[in-house]
């Protein structure tokens, strides 16, 4: 267990090497998580080719790698709550490597898919190591922390396109899928189980196989309806009984989860204006966020032909967004201090507010490959401080036993948002086209009315982090009971 005294202060006895890891160790495996969910992003033009498998079916090792981190994320965050999180992590970490195994090995692309299905287990890393350090470090060290370790979703992604676009273009795209046939993931469950000590609170009781099944079924109708709708047809038969059933199945789950003794998700914690707004700012900015990454990559690839794009290759559109992951390293700690002195739900407020701004340059000009760069940091700005807040107000709201599920449902909400950018971009720009060369592509017009869309999502909530409650002297957030408090009051 960690030094610290009961008033949050460090002991005067030196914390051994295992402790002061803790946190690299965390956040490497969040960054490990976020870069081998990203790598595959820049390979899939060329996989139809490499696997003979068609356009469409290529696209399920995006899909399959999504529906699975939206299922397990809550799934997994409630074991680790239950039987405990450091073993829920390295389990996660372990299918993580299991599936970059797969995908060394293979080229048949049913085996890649579900290989990828395997890695979106790690999608609980984040939540879980959250949960971890809330229970293992003193408040003093707490916030910088948790601020860190949210980042490492958008410093993986960022670092992630530019290491794949290098490899898929200099080496073989099997080692471009596993890295280099050298596999990063088991170092990562090696290091959790030497520096991280396993927590000391829990939540025992029978875990709700009703309401996992429920779950898990209304999110993959939900998902697959989202991300497969441009190309099935929003109105076609499949899409629209996915979304009737996601519907009428997560109705009934609502229903379950209500009445069960010990529920996957407690929607009576969600139902609190603290946790429920906290998902909802969660689901909007995640929209917003991922809106930059997916528009700016296909801008500066655009034809120099159309007369706003820059003909960049792969690896030059990497480089372009590698400034916002660095700048969430850089910036993680000033999170926390907006944080620590105004509260979380102003620093999530104040970032949704930065990603809107970024986004205004972004249609203040578009055609200058430096101001593409300084609207994109600027999202990049915003998404850090939102992005760390996030958690620390889940933490403030939620009792220590029900951490990490509670962590892992707003990441839930973070990857839906994502989903649903994904679709509405590809909508807008889908709509607005020309022809160049005899082949149709997005027009300058399409890329502004998404960010303006992306910008105004991001208006949203920051409207709605400010509608979260906050105790008056308090930093705008009740004081969250010391996980040891409450063992100690269960002894």
């Not at 002061?20 to 060329?46: C, E």
């Not at 007369?307 to 372009?320: A, E, H, K, N």
């Not at 999170?335 to 930065?354: E, F, H, K, N």
Request: aromatic content about 6%; glycine content about 10%; charged content about 10%.
């Amino acid at each position: 267990m960690s030094l610290w005294s009961a008033d949050g202060r460090t002991a005067p006895i030196s914390r051994p090497l295992r402790d002061r890891l803790t946190v690299p160790v965390l956040a490497y495996g969040g960054i490990l998580m976020a870069v081998m969910q990203t790598v595959v992003v820049p390979l899939l033009p060329d996989l139809p080719r490499l696997t003979g498998a068609s356009p469409g079916t290529v696209s399920w090792m995006v899909t399959a790698t999504l529906l699975s981190g939206a299922v397990l994320t809550p799934v997994l965050g409630r074991a680790g709550d239950m039987y405990g999180k450091r073993r829920v992590l390295m389990a996660a970490l372990a299918l993580m490597t299991v599936g970059s195994v797969l995908c060394a090995l293979s080229s048949d692309i049913r085996v890649l898919i579900a290989a990828r299905a395997l890695s979106g287990a790690a999608s609980a890393v984040v939540p879980l190591s959250i949960s971890i350090l809330r229970d293992e470090l003193p408040p003093a060290r707490r916030g910088h922390a948790v601020a860190l370790m949210s980042s490492t979703v958008g410093i993986g992604a960022a670092l992630g396109l530019p290491l794949a676009a290098v490899i898929v273009q200099y080496a073989n795209w099997h080692g471009h899928v596993l890295g280099d046939r050298r596999p990063r993931a088991p170092w990562g469950v090696g290091a959790v189980w030497w520096a991280v000590r396993e927590s000391p609170v829990r939540e025992p009781g029978r875990f709700d196989v009703p309401g996992t099944l429920g779950l898990a079924t209304g999110l993959v109708c939900l998902l697959l309806g989202v991300s497969q709708g441009g190309q099935w047809g929003w109105a076609s038969a499949r899409i629209v009984g996915l979304f009737a059933a996601a519907v009428t199945v997560l109705a009934l789950w609502w229903w379950q989860q209500l009445r069960a003794e010990r529920p996957l998700v407690d929607l009576r914690l969600v139902s609190r204006p603290r946790v429920g707004l906290s998902h909802v700012a969660a689901l909007l900015t995640g929209f917003a966020f991922y809106a930059n990454s997916l528009v700016t990559a296909q801008l500066v690839q655009a034809p120099e032909a159309t007369g706003y794009g820059l003909g960049l290759s792969i690896v030059q559109t990497g480089l372009v967004l590698l400034p916002s992951g660095f700048i969430m390293l850089l910036l993680s700690p000033l999170s926390a201090r907006i944080s620590a002195a105004r509260g979380p739900r102003v620093t999530l407020a104040l970032g949704a507010a930065v990603i809107a701004a970024g986004y205004a340059v972004r249609i203040a000009d578009s055609r200058d490959l430096w101001m593409i760069m300084v609207g994109a940091a600027i999202v990049g700005t915003g998404t850090t401080l939102a992005y760390s807040a996030l958690p620390t107000l889940i933490l403030h709201a939620v009792p220590a036993g029900q951490t990490a599920s509670a962590n892992g449902v707003n990441v839930l909400m973070r990857t839906i948002g994502q989903a649903v950018s994904s679709a509405a971009v590809a909508a807008v720009l889908v709509r607005h086209t020309s022809p160049v060369a005899g082949l149709p592509v997005p027009t300058l017009d399409g890329y502004l009315l998404a960010f303006g869309i992306a910008g105004a999502i991001a208006l949203a909530g920051s409207a709605v982090a400010l509608c979260i409650p906050g105790d008056p002297g308090t930093g705008g957030t009740r004081r969250a009971r010391e996980p040891r408090e409450e063992v100690m009051e269960g002894a």
